[in-house]
């Protein structure tokens, strides 16, 4: 099964176990939730995320991709995503358009589930994961009156379209082999998927996008030089 060895012992191991207890156990109320009582849903969603966040101060960022992996496992098998997702067509590398069409999906249905905020935090983490951190700038969104956003470099590339297409490739990379149904996920789990695993295959994924976003732009920049003449 999903393993992980807390970055402390004593007392912040003790909080760290209680505290991933604790959200497993509200993401499960949502989801009773979810069928029984939706006029109470957004409320269970927030104290899901109090956990979440909890969670996340307690463990190292690079020891995070277990719980998130556990996440969008669990969101392939809810709507939409149940029936929207489709893997990235082979042979790989593909081009770049469909991991940005992959990670449209995939960014909504987060967002959906998890709130604002969870799919930056995770591109975020795999950049730095595989070694690309100083692109996380360009793909975190800023508010218009950010003071920031003056500093940021301006350029051709689409921060919101670099967040997807890594986010696409992330979930091509974690969740194409997954079982067509979720009655046959229990044997799949099974298996052992511990974090230094699931990063290397989160980083490999996320620098694969990276090169297929180059490509894109350069081709892009090229097509520009010549309609300017």
Same mark, same amino acid.
């Given at each position: 099964?999903?393993?992980?060895?807390?970055?402390?012992?004593?007392a912040?191991?003790?909080?760290?176990?209680?505290?991933?207890?604790?959200?497993r156990?509200?993401?499960?109320?949502?989801?009773?939730?979810?069928?029984?009582w939706?006029?109470?849903?957004?409320k269970l969603?927030?104290?899901?995320?109090?956990?979440?966040n909890?969670?996340d101060?307690?463990?190292?960022?690079?020891r995070?991709?277990?719980?998130?992996?556990i996440?969008?496992? *669990?969101e392939?098998?809810?709507?939409?995503?149940f029936?929207?997702?489709?893997?990235l067509?082979?042979?790989?590398?593909?081009p770049?358009?469909p991991?940005?069409?992959?990670?449209?999906?995939?960014?909504?249905?987060?967002?959906?589930?998890?709130?604002p905020?969870?799919?930056?935090?995770l591109?975020?983490?795999?950049?730095?994961?595989a070694?690309?951190g100083e692109?996380?700038?360009?793909?975190?969104? *800023?508010?218009?009156?950010?003071?920031?956003?003056?500093?940021?470099?301006?350029?051709l590339?689409?921060?919101?379209?670099?967040?997807?297409?890594?986010?696409g490739?992330?979930?091509?990379?974690?969740l194409?082999?997954?079982p067509?149904?979720?009655?046959? *996920?229990?044997?799949?789990?099974?298996?052992?998927?511990?974090?230094?695993?699931?990063?290397?295959?989160?980083?490999?994924?996320?620098?694969?996008?990276?090169d297929?976003?180059?490509?894109?732009?350069?081709?892009?920049?090229?097509?520009?030089?010549r309609?300017?003449?």
């Amino acid at each position: 099964g999903c393993t992980h060895q807390p970055a402390h012992q004593g007392a912040r191991g003790a909080r760290h176990r209680r505290g991933w207890g604790a959200a497993r156990r509200a993401d499960a109320k949502v989801l009773v939730i979810r069928c029984k009582w939706p006029h109470v849903l957004g409320k269970l969603t927030q104290i899901a995320q109090y956990y979440r966040n909890v969670l996340d101060w307690l463990v190292p960022w690079n020891r995070r991709w277990c719980r998130w992996w556990i996440d969008l496992v *669990l969101e392939r098998y809810r709507f939409p995503l149940f029936e929207e997702f489709v893997p990235l067509p082979d042979p790989h590398p593909c081009p770049w358009d469909p991991r940005v069409a992959l990670g449209a999906d995939v960014d909504a249905a987060l967002e959906r589930a998890f709130g604002p905020g969870f799919a930056d935090q995770l591109v975020t983490v795999a950049l730095e994961t595989a070694d690309l951190g100083e692109l996380a700038e360009y793909v975190r969104p *800023l508010a218009s009156d950010d003071e920031q956003l003056g500093k940021r470099v301006r350029t051709l590339v689409d921060g919101v379209e670099l967040r997807r297409g890594i986010i696409g490739s992330i979930a091509d990379a974690l969740l194409r082999d997954l079982p067509p149904s979720p009655e046959q *996920l229990g044997e799949y789990l099974r298996d052992d998927h511990d974090d230094d695993e699931i990063a290397r295959r989160v980083a490999a994924a996320t620098r694969e996008a990276w090169d297929a976003a180059r490509d894109h732009y350069q081709e892009t920049l090229k097509a520009t030089a010549r309609l300017l003449g």
